[in-house]
């Protein structure tokens, strides 16, 4: 079940895509993708997920969409949604590993003539990761929040990352 395709890959999570890259590009959703949503949602709720969504259930709709509420705690919770939480995530993956390409002489960087490559701060890799896990925690915590709806929810919140 593909929810992100190298087409939403524009705008804040642009990538320069050429007949070279997009099938990187799309490996690298067929690995992120699934593995993300089960460590959101736990194993048996992302399986019930994948058919609920296919039945136009709402309350995975919900999940999937974005929303922005506030809870009985005064609790913000923002989604932007799973599309742009995982294009987010996959974006820096991709990101943080496309810097070095292994070669037969080890790992190198290319260099261009009359450029110097941008810091992981200065591309804002960074920031698409935390504003995608602020996301994955809204959701989480929506899930938490209506676990009489979603009595079967087991997921995990990921770890810090390095960016590089």
Do not use: H
């Not at 992100?4 to 050429?18: G, I, P």
């Not at 593995?35 to 136009?56: C, H, Q």
Request: proline content about 2%.
């Amino acid at each position: 079940m593909a929810i992100v395709t190298t087409t939403d890959f524009v705008n804040k999570f642009e990538l320069t895509l050429t007949d070279f890259n997009t099938a990187k590009l799309t490996a690298y959703i067929d690995r992120y993708e699934t593995i993300t949503l089960i460590e959101l949602m736990g194993k048996e709720l992302y399986d019930l997920y994948v058919i609920g969504i296919a039945g136009a259930d709402p309350i995975y709709e919900t999940l999937r969409d974005p929303f922005t509420i506030q809870l009985e705690s005064g609790q913000i919770l923002d989604s932007r949604g799973l599309v742009d939480m995982l294009t987010g995530m996959i974006y820096f993956y991709y990101s943080r590993d496309i810097n070095t390409q292994v070669t037969s002489n080890g790992n190198v960087s290319s260099k261009g003539e009359n450029s110097d490559k941008a810091s992981a701060f200065k591309a804002n890799v960074q920031s698409r990761w935390s504003e995608s896990r602020a996301t994955y925690q809204a959701i989480q915590e929506y899930i938490n929040e209506y676990s009489t709806v979603y009595p079967s929810f087991l997921g995990y919140e990921p770890q810090n990352l390095q960016v590089f």
